[in-house]
């Protein structure tokens, strides 16, 4: 029996260009799935991450500033892939904008 969905996972430190994806560790998991899109693109062209079974983190490095994406993760077990979880959105920030700095977004 192929592992249950898992709960959508969260986000934290967003940056122009990366941020921190965390979940629940699955029971069995011998890896996970993290699947990202940036909007507008499909589901079907989600790039995807394997990360190891003993993991319940993994930072992001190569997103582009002011930015929308989309995150889903599936874990996987010895029976197959479970059901992907519900869609995360983050949205990233405005390159070169810091709180010293004043930002313009056009």
Avoid: H
């Amino acid at each position: 029996m192929a592992p249950p969905r898992m709960a959508r996972p969260e986000a934290t430190n967003p940056t122009e260009f990366s941020v921190d994806i965390k979940w629940q560790k699955v029971d069995g998991a011998t890896s996970y799935k993290l699947y990202r899109r940036k909007i507008p693109d499909t589901w079907e062209t989600a790039k995807v991450t394997t990360i190891g079974g003993s993991e319940t983190k993994v930072t992001l490095e190569d997103l582009e500033p002011t930015s929308t994406y989309q995150f889903r993760i599936a874990a996987v077990t010895s029976e197959g892939e479970g059901a992907q979880s519900e869609d995360l959105t983050i949205d990233t920030a405005v390159a070169n904008c810091t709180p010293k700095k004043k930002c313009v977004i056009s």
